[in-house]
């Protein structure tokens, strides 16, 4: 039998579809590429967008156009949201939410038993219990991630994910540390620690375990050589949590700070809990205390009600801080948020506009903060061949700046000093040293 994955949005999906994977492999399936024939289809779906529900659809018609007799299985955010319309889509036979996907091969051999559509999909707004989905044997041996918080208490007006995930709920420290662990005695060098809203690990549990003490648990390890945190709320680095953070010896200095908008209406709007002066003075404090390091951000532009001045008003915030990398969308109202019925929402030519605008700054901030680099001495760690060339390996270094380098040998999951010498457009040269 074969199985056959998409996995489509955050990387809490990621970690959960390496999950499944596993899973089915302890079934003896055999694992094949998305575009290949396959007895069982998964689409791990993503509904932060409108966009994100469209591909899924793609997804699915992919699947039954390559098997018309294949088992169709769509999991995740997308089906949380919407299992009605799900289930409509023709050739669906197992639809599940997010917090089922441990029940996946169970559900799968009922639709195929049974020759009937299955649904699963739990109120998850009623369930603050963490889905443990544990990963022995990960597909890669780089780097790997590490789901250890789901949900989101924060409701902002334009997100369906607090419905789709449910509220805030942690996986316990010490199965933390198990599995990171585990991860050393395989061999990985770098986990990447995942959530919807990573900043508030802990607050549903006993003793109030924050993420900056599982952080310096994990330090500790011996084996993990790089730990990274995905998407985080600036509002996680006080000034007490800088001053910890700056001692720990594996801690990326790369963090991907969401901001949305550099205007303050369009913010509170947006129900953000932080201000525009707040993120300049995080991004200050840490580029203080941490001077290599780099700033990513995602940026939200045609906002309901977002007028050429709050719009101006964010592109000269960022064209002021500077951040390393922006991730640009435009606006997509999702039906079910407040800020899908908002008035004066935004033409799409507009926001076309905005959104190359601030894609044209990004590339700059990009080009430039590579460019500081060039000429140093910096370890990376490669991750796999490039662009198919068996002499060509492609990896990252701390703070996330993309490297190329020749080997005359296979150097994937290895960490070596590169001299950086010549910046491409989405990349830097690099001669191993």
């Not at 299985?73 to 997010?98: H, R």
């Not at 299955?118 to 780097?143: G, H, P, S």
């Not at 910096?378 to 990252?396: A, C, D, P, R, W």
């Amino acid at each position: 039998m074969k199985v056959a994955f998409s996995t489509l949005g955050c990387r809490v999906n990621q970690y959960e579809s390496e999950a499944m994977t596993e899973k089915f492999l302890r079934e003896n399936y055999e694992v094949v590429s998305y575009d290949s024939f396959a007895d069982v289809y998964v689409i791990n779906t993503c509904t932060v967008t409108n966009m994100g529900d469209k591909k899924s659809r793609q997804m699915i018609s992919r699947a039954r156009r390559q098997n018309p007799d294949a088992i169709i299985a769509v999991v995740g955010c997308y089906s949380q949201i919407a299992p009605d319309e799900v289930s409509q889509i023709a050739g669906v036979d197992v639809v599940l939410g997010t917090r089922n996907k441990g029940d996946i091969i169970y559900w799968v051999n009922r639709a195929r038993e049974e020759r009937a559509q299955m649904i699963e999909v739990n109120d998850v707004l009623r369930n603050n219990v963490f889905e443990e989905l544990n990963i022995e044997e990960y597909q890669t041996k780089t780097r790997a991630f590490l789901k250890i918080q789901d949900g989101c208490n924060r409701f902002c007006s334009y997100c369906l994910i607090p419905f789709a995930r449910g509220a805030v709920c942690s996986k316990k420290p010490e199965k933390v540390m198990e599995e990171v662990k585990e991860l050393a005695k395989n061999g990985f060098k770098e986990i990447i620690l995942s959530g919807i809203h990573t900043a508030s690990y802990g607050v549903d549990l006993e003793g109030r375990i924050t993420l900056v003490d599982l952080l310096e648990a994990i330090d500790k390890i011996e084996g993990i050589e790089r730990i990274r945190i995905g998407s985080i709320d600036p509002t996680f680095f006080t000034d007490g949590v800088i001053d910890r953070i700056v001692n720990l010896k594996k801690l990326c200095p790369h963090f991907h700070l969401s901001l949305q908008s550099g205007c303050d209406e369009t913010l509170k709007r947006m129900n953000r809990h932080y201000k525009s002066g707040d993120y300049k003075e995080v991004v200050e404090a840490l580029r203080q205390h941490i001077p290599d390091v780099s700033i990513t951000t995602d940026i939200i532009v045609g906002f309901p009600g977002e007028t050429e001045e709050e719009f101006n008003a964010t592109y000269e915030f960022l064209k002021d801080i500077k951040l390393s990398k922006m991730h640009i969308f435009k606006f997509s109202p999702r039906k079910g948020t407040r800020a899908a019925e908002m008035k004066s929402q935004v033409n799409g030519e507009v926001k076309d506009d905005r959104s190359n605008k601030l894609i044209a700054l990004s590339s700059k901030n990009e080009t430039e903060f590579m460019g500081r680099f060039l000429g140093s001495e910096m370890k990376v760690l490669y991750e796999q061949i490039h662009n198919g060339k068996t002499n060509s390996f492609e990896g990252y270094t701390p703070n996330y700046i993309k490297v190329v380098s020749e080997a005359c040998k296979d150097i994937e999951g290895e960490i070596l000093n590169t001299k950086l010498f010549t910046a491409e457009q989405e990349f830097i040269l690099g001669k191993i040293n």
